[in-house]
């Protein structure tokens, strides 16, 4: 089933931004001069690789926000929406009223075509800019004189990465209702290899936003170095800027091979060697790679890709890969 994400707000406040960032694995620096969106673009993403949502991000300039309320599209729009995000760029203070009334028409809309399911969101998004209003005073003024319930307020920003962290927050929340029981398979599986081969640190990763899937640590170092610092920082990783480089290199090694240097047809794993541990990086699908931290010399390479490939079809089941 694909789940429905609205996403609306004024012109400049940052959706787009946002979901290139967090859905895409972009960084602030890729995303600083992107066209404001036109209409509605409609994207689909399998986020974590678990739920499939359909993102239906909304131009926020006036002629078009004017027209989602209109007695032809409003219908189209809010019906069946499971998530809306409504995104105020919390340093323009100029455009905070007209942002408030606009979201009072979308909160109004919601209500009447999607009454029961949605979950409803503000984000004071560009938190990191100053002068700014607070959220607890963004929240207080879209309050004002409006009888509006259910909302929960989140401050934003993609250059801070806490976008990243809040959006995957909001979209846990969806998984953990309909996919418990894939999570404990995947779990269970991650544990018993990352403990066969004595790993510091074992993930699964979605590699179209390079986010965790599930992960695994030793028990040492989660007793060393476990905090809530640490855990949010491994939930809410992307390492899609290391995937990258690799997607860039298998066309170099593609160029050795025709010219006889090389036999083999794909890079499916890379290693980097540091001064105490291995980190291995290795596809198991074109959508999932594993990712590994562990010490030099406890087990051979060959024999960390031996247990992966033991492995890779129970993953590749319960993601629904095959």
Same mark, same amino acid.
């Given at each position: 089933? !694909?789940?429905?994400?609205?996403?609306?707000?004024?012109?400049?406040?940052?959706?787009?931004?946002?979901?290139?960032?967090?859905?895409?694995?972009?960084?602030?620096?890729?995303?600083?001069?992107?066209?404001?969106?036109?209409?509605?673009?409609?994207?689909?993403? %399998?986020?974590?690789?678990?739920?499939?949502?359909?993102?239906?991000?909304?131009?926020?300039?006036?002629?078009?926000?004017?027209?989602?309320?209109?007695?032809?599209?409003?219908?189209?729009?809010?019906?069946?929406? %499971?998530?809306?995000?409504?995104?105020?760029?919390?340093?323009?203070?100029?455009?905070?009223?007209?942002?408030?009334?606009?979201? #009072?028409?979308?909160?109004?809309?919601?209500?009447?075509?999607?009454?029961?399911?949605?979950?409803?969101? !503000?984000?004071?998004?560009?938190?990191?800019? #100053?002068?700014?209003?607070?959220?607890?005073?963004?929240? #207080?003024?879209?309050?004002?004189?409006?009888?509006?319930?259910?909302?929960?307020?989140?401050?934003?920003?993609?250059?801070?990465?806490?976008?990243?962290?809040?959006?995957?927050?909001?979209?846990?929340?969806?998984?953990?209702?309909?996919?418990?029981?894939?999570?404990?398979?995947?779990?269970?599986?991650?544990?018993? /290899?990352?403990?066969?081969?004595?790993?510091?640190?074992?993930?699964?990763?979605?590699?179209?936003?390079?986010?965790?899937?599930?992960?695994?640590?030793?028990?040492?170092?989660?007793?060393?170095?476990?905090?809530?610092?640490?855990?949010?920082?491994?939930?809410?990783?992307?390492?899609?800027?290391?995937?990258?480089?690799?997607?860039?290199?298998?066309?170099?090694?593609?160029?050795? %091979?025709?010219?006889?240097?090389?036999?083999?047809?794909?890079?499916?794993?890379?290693?980097? #060697?540091?001064?105490?541990?291995?980190?291995?990086?290795?596809?198991?699908?074109?959508? /999932?790679?594993?990712?590994?931290?562990?010490?030099?010399?406890?087990?051979?390479?060959?024999?960390?890709?031996?247990?992966?490939?033991?492995?890779?079809?129970?993953?590749?089941?319960?993601?629904?890969?095959?």
């Amino acid at each position: 089933m !694909v789940l429905k994400i609205l996403l609306m707000g004024l012109n400049g406040a940052g959706k787009t931004t946002l979901i290139r960032h967090v859905l895409e694995g972009k960084e602030f620096e890729e995303l600083v001069s992107l066209p404001p969106t036109e209409g509605i673009k409609t994207d689909e993403y %399998r986020y974590r690789r678990l739920i499939e949502i359909s993102v239906f991000d909304c131009g926020g300039q006036k002629q078009f926000l004017e027209g989602y309320f209109s007695e032809r599209m409003e219908r189209a729009i809010f019906s069946n929406t %499971r998530v809306f995000i409504w995104v105020v760029d919390v340093a323009d203070k100029e455009k905070l009223g007209e942002s408030r009334f606009w979201f #009072k028409q979308a909160y109004n809309s919601l209500r009447k075509f999607s009454p029961k399911k949605v979950k409803i969101y !503000v984000l004071a998004h560009k938190y990191d800019l #100053k002068p700014r209003i607070s959220k607890d005073e963004l929240k #207080k003024f879209f309050s004002e004189g409006n009888a509006i319930q259910g909302v929960t307020y989140y401050t934003s920003s993609v250059k801070t990465k806490t976008a990243r962290k809040i959006l995957c927050r909001i979209l846990n929340n969806l998984i953990e209702k309909t996919e418990t029981e894939r999570m404990k398979n995947l779990q269970r599986i991650i544990d018993k /290899v990352n403990k066969k081969l004595n790993a510091k640190l074992t993930m699964l990763i979605n590699k179209d936003d390079g986010l965790e899937i599930t992960s695994s640590m030793s028990p040492e170092l989660e007793a060393k170095l476990i905090t809530k610092e640490a855990s949010d920082f491994l939930q809410y990783l992307s390492i899609k800027t290391l995937i990258y480089p690799l997607n860039i290199a298998e066309q170099l090694i593609q160029e050795f %091979r025709k010219n006889g240097f090389l036999k083999s047809k794909h890079l499916n794993t890379t290693v980097f #060697k540091f001064d105490e541990e291995y980190l291995l990086l290795k596809d198991i699908h074109k959508y /999932v790679s594993i990712f590994i931290i562990t010490p030099i010399n406890r087990v051979s390479i060959d024999k960390y890709e031996q247990e992966i490939n033991k492995i890779t079809p129970d993953l590749l089941t319960v993601l629904k890969l095959q």
